[in-house]
T-cell receptor, first 112, second 112 residues
Framework: QKEVEQNSGPLSVPEGAIASLNCTYS??????FFWYRQYSGKSPELIMS????GDKEDGRFTAQLNKASQYVSLLIRDSQPSDSATYLC????????????FGKGTLLTVNP | GAVVSQHPSWVICKSGTSVKIECRSL??????MFWYRQFPKQSLMLMAT?????????EQGVEKDKFLINHASLTLSTLTVTSAHPEDSSFYIC????????FGQGTRLTVV
């Protein structure tokens, strides 16, 4: 069974700090990886997608992928209170079918 | 990004009744849509894959006779929860298959 593991947290960081979120996955055939932000009671919102090994940066967010270690991470620089949410890691093992397997999410709290 | 609209945002129904949830792709044609369910403090779990013009594919453990899916056009998929019970109370979310990344706003179903 394909699994995606995340530390459930909560992860608490002060405003302006770097928040580091981690995710591991079991299916070596996984091809694409996504980070979503979900506020309480709301639908997930796509933050980052990454497809190849290395880093991908978008504003304050950096996604890192290491397929050999089956590991994906998300760094949030200059964390803001508005970043407080649950972050979901999702892995596509279905190729072009894009069936996503989600982790349980990490609750991040950014303290002013 | 691709826009997926879901309706209603929330619904309360009596036990034993049926509820229909709509998922529309507003700016792209979705031959495939995905239906997820999320219980409190849990991650998204894929329920079924909806295919335009053909039968839906259900994940293991999901009752196809209870969760009826219709995908009659390239822009609309519907999920009907039949004979709803309190244990069906959950957050139901659809996504359109434009790389499977973009989600509707979600429907909070409460069965009383």
């Amino acid at each position: 069974q394909k699994e995606v593991e995340q530390n459930s947290g909560p992860l608490s960081v002060p405003e302006g700090a770097i928040a580091s979120l981690n995710c591991t996955y079991s299916d070596r055939g996984s091809q694409s990886f996504f980070w979503y932000r979900q506020y309480s009671g709301k639908s997930p919102e796509l933050i980052m997608s990454i497809y190849s090994n290395g880093d991908k940066e978008d504003g304050r967010f950096t996604a890192q992928l290491n397929k050999a270690s089956q590991y994906v991470s998300l760094l949030i620089r200059d964390s803001q209170p508005s970043d407080s949410a649950t972050y979901l890691c999702a892995v596509n093992s279905g190729g072009s079918n894009y069936k996503l397997t989600f982790g349980k999410g990490t609750l991040l709290t950014v303290n002013p | 990004g691709a826009v997926v609209s879901q309706h209603p945002s929330w619904v309360i129904c009596k036990s034993g009744t049926s509820v229909k949830i709509e998922c529309r792709s507003l700016d792209f044609q979705a031959t495939t849509m995905f239906w997820y369910r999320q219980f409190p403090k849990q991650s998204l779990m894929l329920m079924a894959t909806s295919n335009e013009g053909s039968k839906a594919t259900y994940e293991q453990g999901v009752e196809k006779d209870k969760f009826l899916i219709n995908h009659a056009s390239l822009t609309l998929s519907t999920l009907t929860v039949t004979s709803a019970h309190p244990e069906d109370s959950s957050f139901y979310i659809c996504s359109g298959r434009r790389r499977g990344k973009f989600f509707g706003q979600g429907t909070r179903l409460t069965v009383v």
